[in-house]
């Protein structure tokens, strides 16, 4: 169980609020660790395939599987299709007079950015 060290007494006249400050900002070292980690971890590889994007030939020998691959690959284009028409429809705009573009599974925009919305 914790016990609170006498000796780092907040009320004490050795802590001034500066010293407070700056023992709260993080060492070069830590900053460091913690930025290669976010890098990491938001970058992608750059062999990252989708699905729905290429059909695989072994996918396409097997009845079942094709079948699954092409009922899956007509709802992703449907959604699109939604996407597309909701993008239209300028009713449907966040911000007056500002058009929020909605991305669809098959944009032209980089990959990491793509999402499905829904309509409420």
């Not at 060290?5 to 993080?26: C, F, H, V, Y």
């Not at 597309?84 to 980089?110: I, Y």
Request: with cysteine; charged share 25%.
């Amino acid at each position: 169980m914790p016990v609170e060290n006498e000796q780092l007494d907040m009320a004490g006249s050795r802590w001034t609020r500066s010293k407070l400050l700056l023992d709260t900002i993080p060492s070069q070292y830590q900053s460091l660790t913690v930025m290669t980690i976010l890098n990491l971890l938001s970058t992608h590889s750059p062999d990252e395939e989708y699905m729905g994007t290429h059909v695989e030939p072994a996918c396409t020998a097997e009845g079942e599987v094709n079948a699954a691959y092409n009922k899956s690959r007509r709802r992703m284009l449907d959604i699109r299709e939604h996407i597309n028409k909701w993008n239209e429809d300028r009713a449907l705009t966040l911000v007056q007079n500002n058009h929020a573009m909605m991305l669809g599974p098959f944009s032209p925009v980089a990959m990491d950015t793509k999402t499905i919305t829904r309509k409420s």
